[in-house]
């Protein structure tokens, strides 16, 4: 989650200038709409992250006096975003970041994409340019 804001304050003139160009809004509807929301909810994520991912231990059952319950959070599974295109960057960045903070990564689809990886770190997120035949695939 904290790549993911670096990377967000590191391309925010990149974005607005393509929401600039792909929707006519002014840098501050796009920071305002988008960016500024995105942020929020990154911020919210890593301070509620801790609790969340925490266990928590319960009663069991009589029967099984005098066991008891722990539940641990063991997240599994894959997550595909397919974005729409009135609102690009919000309706991908939070559902990734939420991906990212449930499952450790996700796969987006988007309008528009372009692939970074500048380090040999494995991405926590793929991103890829949506099209009907790559969505279709994903759908598979």
């Given at each position: 989650l904290k790549?993911?804001?670096k990377w967000i304050d590191t391309h925010e003139a990149e974005i607005e200038s393509a929401l600039l160009q792909d929707l006519g809004k002014c840098a501050f509807e796009a920071f305002e709409t988008e960016i500024m929301l995105v942020?929020?909810?990154l911020k919210a994520m890593r301070r509620h992250l801790p609790l969340w991912q925490a266990g928590s231990i319960g009663l069991?059952?009589?029967v099984h006096f005098p066991a008891t319950v722990r539940k641990v959070r063991n997240p599994h599974g894959r997550v595909l975003i397919m974005s729409p295109w009135n609102y690009p960057f919000l309706l991908?960045?939070?559902p990734l970041a939420t991906a990212i903070a449930a499952v450790g990564g996700a796969a987006a689809a988007t309008a528009v994409a372009?692939?970074?990886h500048q380090n040999d770190d494995p991405p926590a997120a793929a991103v890829t340019p949506g099209t009907v035949v790559t969505h279709s695939h994903y759908l598979r």
């Open positions: 790549l993911l804001e942020r929020s909810e069991a059952p009589v991908t960045m939070d372009e692939q970074e």
